[in-house]
């Protein structure tokens, strides 16, 4: 029989799977606005699934969750409603650049940062131990891939000069300038994420004496950071409803296929995070250290692989695509290294 580890570590692969798949059906929603689909991602993905899941295996986390500690409650709506500007520029920057370089970028950055900061704050004596010691080189190696993967695509589109194909992809390009911003804003403030989700922990131990299992306890802390971080896309979405007088486009005919493909791009994202949350806890001490940076990296290979299926790099030069799949050699090496830090 498998061991708790080897489980643990096989989820955080299968919630990078899913996180580096989530964005796929964005490239057929032309069709709809960006902020048709946004809305709609944010409602089923940070509302109705994480309330779903409660209710359904847990219901009596409701009444723990109102008893739960004050101050790591606090933590959680805050560093939540911190990570919803960085969804929110995530998801506008997918739209100016395309799935491989903003998943590169955002997923890679949030992936250093968010395993780091877990490490500092928590348990900062591990550096000096072996575990501590294979996350700071699997962090490092991580880096250079992602310096190996911004340059290939920074060579893209310097190459491609606006010939890449954005076959149906919902929204539209930007800038290079304002689409890096939006993808290192996006990576910074995701790494908020994993960061409040490890220091909110005390919800979960909590939900444990309570007499839940490990799954529902980490479940309190999503919802909490889930909702609390869904109020800033959607009040954009809402003034871009505003600004565009768009909204009728939900009724419009042959709309149930753009509802399919949005409430698939939730259920993947909001997947991987319970997914990611199972894992934590069959990881060990550092679990949201090693489980972050594995489930990223391996989100951050699909997601390449992804753009390069859909033609994101048809139009680049060869040089560019020797710095990409080097970064990609760079990433499994990263991967493999952060999975024995344990």
């Known amino acids: 029989m498998m061991s708790t580890l080897a489980i643990g570590v096989l989820l955080a692969i299968l ?37 779903t899941i409660i209710s359904i295996l847990a219901p009596k986390s409701w009444m723990v969750i109102v008893h739960a500690p004050v101050g790591a409650m606090l933590i959680a709506t805050v560093t939540g409603f911190a990570w919803g500007f960085g969804s929110l520029m995530f998801g506008q920057s997918v739209s100016a650049i395309g799935i491989s ?30 575990s501590g010691r294979k996350i700071l080189l699997g962090v490092a190696i991580e880096v250079v891939g992602i310096v190996f993967c911004g340059y290939a695509g920074l060579l893209r589109e310097k190459e491609a000069a606006g010939s890449g194909d954005r076959g149906n992809l ?36 909590y939900g444990r004496t309570a007499g839940l299992s490990a799954f529902a306890s980490t479940n309190l802390i999503w919802w909490i950071m889930l909702a609390a971080g869904s109020p800033a896309s959607l009040g954009f979405c809402l003034y871009l409803f505003a600004k565009n007088g768009n909204f009728a486009k939900f009724r419009a005919q042959g709309s ?49 692989a992804i753009g390069i299926g859909l033609g994101e790099w048809r139009h680049a030069s060869r040089r560019a695509h020797g710095w990409m799949y080097g970064g990609i050699v760079i990433l499994l090496i990263a991967i493999v290294t952060l999975s024995r830090a344990s």
């Open 15 to 51: 919630s990078g799977l899913m996180n580096g798949s989530f964005t796929f059906p964005m490239r057929f929603l032309g069709h709809w606005d960006w902020e048709h689909v946004w809305s709609l991602f944010i409602i089923i993905s940070c509302l109705l699934m994480p309330t």
């Open 256 to 304: 149930s296929r753009l509802y399919s493909l949005s409430v698939l791009m939730a259920l993947l994202w909001g997947g991987s995070i319970f997914v990611y949350g199972a894992a934590v806890p069959m990881l060990g001490v550092l679990g949201t250290a090693i489980g972050w940076p594995l489930s990223l990296a391996t989100g951050l290979l699909l997601a390449n």
């Open 101 to 130: 370089l903003a998943n590169t970028l955002v997923l890679a950055i949030s992936s250093a940062l968010g395993s780091l900061f877990p490490i500092l704050l928590l348990a900062p004596h591990q550096l000096y131990e072996s």
């Open 170 to 205: 919902v929204g539209h390009a930007r800038p290079l300038a304002v689409a890096l911003l939006l993808a290192i804003g996006s990576g910074v403030l995701s790494a908020v994420f994993n960061i409040g989700f490890s220091l909110a922990q005390p919800i979960a131990v």
